[in-house]
């Protein structure tokens, strides 16, 4: 008489315990699931853009407090994740004394603030005039990088290259502006015109 009333209990209980573990099962995974989410657009809102400038220009300082270039352009937009920020038609040209001015352009450009290293990409154009100390330069590429601060730059493309009327096309490129080196990793072609025309 008492046994099946114990057993109906007994399978109450089990359900009741059964019941409880799967509603705190579900707020656990809901709660998991929410989290997730909120991890998701938090990661997404920080590659937002923090700042967006138009027609911008600003003058990078040396230590000595004198300017060293001029950076401008149609559009920068920076972003905080990595300290990066995205350019449309970029302008460089130094600005030290010592030294002849040079111009770069390009289609846009990518800073690493962090790395004080400058990304210029699509028809790059490089025009330093003829001055007393040396000879009209012009170089084309598609893609350059450019470290303002150390007076350098390097490009793994395809590069054309006039010296006056000297002129080289190469692949794979390293110059220095402030010793005026520049050097060629891979095979290329250099015209040397007559000395009468030089």
């Known amino acids: 008489m008492h046994k099946p009333r114990t057993a109906h209990r007994w399978r109450l209980l089990f359900t009741i315990v059964a019941g409880i573990f799967i509603a ?6 809901l709660q998991v699931m929410q989290r997730g989410d909120g991890d998701v657009a938090v990661d997404a809102s920080k590659n937002e853009p923090d700042y967006i400038v138009e027609k911008f220009s600003f003058v990078r300082m ?5 300017p060293r270039y001029l950076f401008h ?10 300290d990066v920020s995205d350019v449309e038609q970029p302008i460089m040209q130094n600005m030290t004394p010592d030294a002849a001015p ?3 352009v390009s289609q ?4 690493r603030h962090a790395q004080n290293q400058v990304d210029l990409l699509g028809k790059v154009d490089i025009h330093r005039p003829a001055s007393p100390g040396g000879k009209e330069l012009r170089l084309k590429t598609e ?10 730059m390097q490009s793994d493309q395809p590069v054309q290259m006039a010296l006056g009327a000297v002129t ?31």
């Open 62 to 66: 040396a230590a000595d407090g004198k």
């Open 108 to 111: 846009r450009a990518r800073i």
């Open 168 to 198: 080289v096309n190469g692949t794979g490129m390293r110059a220095n502006n402030a010793t005026r080196q520049v050097d060629f990793a891979g095979r290329g072609k250099l015209v040397y015109p007559p000395k009468a025309a030089r």
């Open 102 to 104: 040079m111009t770069i």
């Open 24 to 29: 705190c099962g579900s707020f656990w995974l």
């Open 143 to 152: 893609a350059l990088t450019v470290f303002p601060d150390e007076d350098r």
């Open 73 to 82: 352009g149609a559009k920068l937009t920076h972003r905080p994740i990595d």
